[in-house]
């Protein structure tokens, strides 16, 4: 990224690795570094999710037509509905002077990694498959049939994952407390570099 611009930084992981809780924790502590970048999606919004907050909302045919327009960085189906990262959002948060966070799959990091982006890549995952769906089990939030499904797909992603070189970062979640140390070894630098970018523009 151009100097006056943070890197963004893209987290991808098994779904029950434990990214949601390690990327909570950098926001709350780093209040004054990171946004998020809001993702677009067609289903339908769950419990007390805001539109505009946890996700955009909208309609298969605008999203669509969006994508055809290219406005997109990367987007992907899962269980029937479209998910995607517009250049708008990343943009907003970039053009703030913080480091955008990206919580995508395998599928968008694969098409991101065709873009200019060149984002710090994060790849949290869990210290092995059966930790993993101990930890979807523990949630009792899935039919049987949406674990399995959930540990096939983490099965291909760890496989692309433990396919890629040094240019990623791979941190094993075995213990919160750990993994998040990890994590601010990792971001240090850039999260030094925002802050004294901010402060020379006063922000």
Known sequence: MADNIPSPCVFCGPSGAGKSTLIKKLMDEYKDVFGFSVSHTTRKP?????????????????????????????????????????????????????????DIDVQGVKSIMKTDLNPIYIFIIPPDIKVLEKRLRERKTDSEEAILK???TATRELKFI?????????????DVEVAYSKLQGVL??????VRDMRFKLNL
């Open 46 to 102: 769950r419990g007390s999710e805001v539109d505009g907050k946890d996700y955009h909302f909208t309609t298969r045919e605008d999203m669509l037509s969006a994508i055809g327009r290219g406005e997109f960085i990367e987007h992907a189906e899962f269980s029937g509905n479209l998910y995607g990262t517009s250049k708008a959002a990343v943009n907003l948060v970039l053009n703030e002077r913080r480091m955008c966070i990206l």
């Open 150 to 152: 959930r540990l096939e």
């Open 162 to 174: 433990h396919e890629q070189g040094d240019s990623v970062h791979k941190i094993i979640n075995n």
């Open 188 to 193: 240090s630098s850039e999260i030094g570099r």
